[in-house]
């Protein structure tokens, strides 16, 4: 998908996202000043989707490396790099909501399997402290992680069917009921989810 089409489908999720919070929210009737800031949402979800989709390993060198210097036609109101950082927790809820509205349709044919996502090296597990007290160690097929567990489920088509994070130390089955609640017909995978 390229940057055009990654961005109309990112601006008309959040056009109708907008229009339906607008349509739910429930208030005192006084008018409340809503400033748009600089960056819209849609192309603040823009930039870290494609981020994931290019080479970089690090979210700095691709925005100041590539978003700051390649794409300032595509995005000319960019904001500094610390300050994109902040947006990025109240961003993180359209993230999602976009992904769950990514989803395909089950066709009846599903695969599923287990990725594990390090936050740090081996070495520095001791002295990890972002995300202390929520990842785990767990075992895989490379061999010991500190991290989480990502479970997912696509159908023969490639779409994605259902997501489930876990801590790394989580035994694919327990995860298994969670992601097949909507899903029908045959489920494929691993030897340690079937």
Sequence with gaps: MSLLELFCAVDDFCKGMKKEQVERLLGDGSERRQRAGQLSESEALTIMIHFHQSQYRTFKAYYEEHVRVYLRSEFPHLISYGRFVQRMPRLLGWLCLYLFNCF???????????????????????????????????????????????????????????????????????????????????????????
């Excluded at 594990?116 to 402290?129: E, G, M, P, Y």
């Excluded at 069917?161 to 009921?177: D, I, M, S």
């Design 104 to 194: 395909g349709q089950c066709t009846g044919i599903s695969f599923v399997d287990a990725t594990f996502i390090a936050v740090c090296d081996n070495r520095r597990i001791n002295q990890h402290k972002v995300f202390k007290g929520i990842a785990t160690r767990g075992k895989g097929s490379t061999g010991w992680s500190f991290g989480f567990k990502l479970h997912l489920v696509v159908n023969e088509q490639g779409e994605l069917l259902a997501v489930y994070l876990t801590a790394a130390n989580r035994h694919e089955l327990k995860a298994l009921p969670k992601l097949v609640k909507r899903l029908f017909g045959q489920l494929f995978g691993d030897m340690a989810y079937l």
